[in-house]
């Protein structure tokens, strides 16, 4: 059996932003002295005049993007999401945010899968800081093809875009003819009636893992992929509520604020539904292979399946 391709989102990102620009010449990519490891030194070769190296001032970044995209322009403001949606965070707000500007933030290095770089650089709350921006898109892609798919959709829509990509190689599970991404529309990657397994990022492809593992116990979990977050596929969510009767969350997030949240949101709202939410416990990080943090946080497969086990 062939071993399955795996590529980090990140560089999906910079590879992505390389064919958009090749398409559209108003595209402009900001960093913030990080191009080798956002990936976006890709486009800083190939592109070198639409790139623009902020220094190491992600504040002053967002600032900038904001004056570029008034020009009519779309930039892309690049960073770790640490850096991009944490000490930006009033920039991203009050300049992008709140005069909805057309800029699209790229943010890497997100979660516990950052690994050995510890607690400080494993944003775990960045979806939870831009999903309450009002306005703000929030997209987690769970593989290359769904990275690549969201770079071009965040440069057609108008208005600010929070991207979240990771520094840890991913599975490819979008590689079929039927894929289509599309910005609030959740994916079904697995039919059952049992439990309803909804899940973002990297944590997709751990999620169909376990629900192999489930199905040999018996237990026929339905698997489906939000990138988006918000807006959240309601109608979606609310589906698979209704037809499994229980729904597990799985994110590399803080299970406040994130996916989690999101779907708890809509369901306590429109299909009352029990929900047992998987993710960073309301706890900071630490140092450590990123594989090894996964397993312990209880995000790869066999602790998603044991979760699961557990709440049924």
Avoid: W
């Avoid at 970044?61 to 009033?90: D, L, N, Q």
């Avoid at 950052?114 to 997209?139: S, Y």
């Avoid at 799985?250 to 949240?261: K, R, W």
């Amino acid at each position: 059996m062939s071993e399955v391709k795996k590529i980090a989102t990140r560089v999906s990102y910079g590879n992505a932003l390389v064919e958009l620009a090749k398409e559209h010449d108003d595209v402009y990519v900001l960093d913030a002295d990080l191009a080798a490891a956002t990936q976006t030194a890709i486009f800083k070769k190939e592109f070198p005049d639409r790139h623009i190296d902020c220094g190491i001032a992600e504040c002053n970044m967002m600032g900038i993007a904001a004056g570029i995209a008034a020009t009519g322009k779309v930039p892309f403001a690049s960073s770790f999401a640490m850096f991009a949606a944490g000490r930006a965070f009033e920039q991203v707000r009050n300049s992008i945010g709140y005069p909805h500007l057309n800029v699209k933030i790229g943010a890497t290095h997100a979660g516990i899968s950052v690994g050995e770089d510890g607690a400080t650089h494993q944003c775990n709350e960045d979806i939870a800081l831009m999903r309450a921006i009002p306005g703000m898109v929030v997209i987690n892609p769970s593989d290359d093809i769904e990275a690549k798919a969201a770079v071009k959709a965040a440069y057609e829509h108008e208005g600010p875009v929070y991207m979240r990509f990771g520094r840890l190689a991913t599975p490819i599970i979008n590689d079929n003819a039927e894929y289509k991404f599309e910005i609030g529309k959740g994916v079904t990657l697995r039919e059952g009636t049992d439990v309803a397994i909804i899940a973002t990022g990297l944590c997709v492809a751990e999620s169909l893992a376990a629900a192999e593992k489930l199905a040999a116990d018996g237990v026929n979990a339905k698997v489906i992929n939000i990138h988006t977050i918000k807006p959240l596929d309601e109608e979606l969510v609310v589906a698979a509520a209704k037809e499994c009767g229980r729904v597990v969350t799985v994110e590399e997030h803080s299970v406040i604020g994130g996916l989690g949240a999101a779907v708890c949101e809509t369901l306590s709202r429109k299909a009352p539904t029990p929900v047992k939410t998987i993710g960073i416990q309301d706890c900071f990080g630490e140092s450590g292979p990123a594989v090894s943090l996964l397993k312990k946080y209880g995000l790869d497969a066999e602790g998603i399946y044991a979760s699961v086990k557990d709440f049924l």
